[in-house]
């Protein structure tokens, strides 16, 4: 898999989290770490996708 793959596949991830995360938010019977662990997935991968644009850019 080339980095541009796995970026995009990180990509997609990120976005089924946010989809996810919403749909947790608009749900009063979600518990609180939950919807932290979404966040946490979410910013991880966020970081990942980022790390991964900066080596390709040199």
């Known amino acids: 898999m080339t980095i ?6 990180l990509e997609q991830k990120h976005g089924a989290l946010e989809e996810e995360l919403q749909s947790a938010l ?4 979600t518990d609180d770490r939950e919807i ?3 966040k946490r997935r979410k910013l991880r991968i966020k970081d990942e996708v980022e790390r991964l644009r ?3 850019r040199h």
């Open 4 to 9: 541009q793959a796995h970026i995009a596949s």
């Open 54 to 56: 900066k080596t390709t």
């Open 36 to 38: 932290a662990s979404l």
């Open 26 to 29: 608009a749900s009063p019977s």
